[in-house]
């Protein structure tokens, strides 16, 4: 229990948030170099985080080439990203208005 009353808690809390938002923003900058097409956005006056994504961006995001040939997982993923990107792209083209047979 807190002798704050719930405004004063939230204020409390928000300054902390607000005291923290470099240093977080150091490692929201991390995950969106390390994931192609996320972008992280801290609201402190919600006391929230925003996570986009573009989806065009994140799937066609560049893989790490580490000069290995491809393990059976690798290859698992790269199967289902380019099924994920012909499902947007039936996905844009409904939008857009297409009649696609099912």
Do not use: Y
């Not at 065009?56 to 790269?78: H, I, S, V, Y």
């Not at 012909?86 to 996905?91: F, S």
């Not at 208005?97 to 099912?102: A, H, N």
Request: glycine share 8%.
């Amino acid at each position: 229990s807190s002798r704050l009353e719930t405004e004063e808690k939230d204020q409390v809390a928000k300054k902390a948030l607000r005291s923290l938002e470099a240093v977080l923003s150091e490692d929201f900058s991390g995950v969106e170099r390390g994931l192609p097409g996320v972008k992280c956005f801290l609201d402190c006056s919600t006391f929230g985080l925003d996570l986009s994504i573009s989806e065009g961006d994140f799937l066609q995001g560049q893989r790490r080439d580490t000069g290995k040939a491809p393990t059976n997982q690798d290859k698992d993923e790269m199967r289902l990203e380019k099924k994920l990107r012909e499902i947007c792209a039936l996905k844009r083209r409904q939008v857009e208005g297409e009649k696609l047979e099912k």
